[in-house]
């Protein structure tokens, strides 16, 4: 599979099949986020991956309480180690870690796995779950599975709409 095919591959799955994901699968996926590039090489990141039962199930009142999100046999979890703003004026550890998870998340689907970003968690809560340390950031959620049905992605906007070369005219 290209990076390209899996992009056209990908789609939000909100529900996964009662099936676990595959040791060797998984460490595919933390190695794409190990190896994904960060400001000034900075790596000031862990990437973790929930797959104790348990810890899923507490996950779920971490991320608002939604069902589905207790399907997932695996819950993947970026955040990073301080903070410092770029010159352009965005955090570094919060695009480091949106890359990392990005780049995990297209390895899952090269791996035939689907997932789902999620913006529906309260950091605090993850933190307490997981026992990240108060000098950590929780930045990136995603549920990673096999999807339990077969699905596509939202529509997009057209090329027009969204592609530019060059100047904004
Ligand atoms: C930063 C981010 C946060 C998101 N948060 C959630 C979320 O909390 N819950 C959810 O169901 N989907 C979430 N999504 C998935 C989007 O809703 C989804 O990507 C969008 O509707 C387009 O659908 P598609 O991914 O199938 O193309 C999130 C996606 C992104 C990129």
Excluded at 3 to 10: F, G
Excluded at 25 to 39: D, F, H, S, V
Excluded at 81 to 87: A, E, L, S, Y
């Amino acid at each position: 599979m290209t990076v390209m095919e899996a992009i056209e591959a990908r789609w939000s799955v909100r529900s996964y099949a009662d099936r676990p994901v595959e040791p060797e699968k998984l460490a595919q996926i933390m190695e794409a986020g190990r190896l994904a590039p960060t400001a000034s090489n900075e790596q000031k990141w862990k990437h973790i991956a929930v797959t104790d039962p348990e810890l899923i199930k507490k996950m779920v009142p971490a991320c608002k309480n939604v069902g589905w999100v207790g399907t997932a046999p695996v819950i993947l979890v970026s955040c990073s180690q301080g903070d410092r703003t770029m010159v352009c004026g965005q955090s570094a550890r919060t695009v480091d870690c949106t890359i990392g998870m990005s780049y995990m998340t297209l390895e899952a689907i090269e791996q035939g796995l689907g997932f789902c970003w999620l913006g529906w968690f309260y950091p605090e809560k993850v933190r307490e779950v997981l026992n990240i340390p108060d000098d950590y950031m929780v930045v990136a959620v995603a549920t990673v599975g096999y999807p339990a049905h077969s699905g596509h992605r939202s529509s997009k906007k057209s090329t027009e709409e969204v592609i530019v070369y060059n100047r904004m005219d």
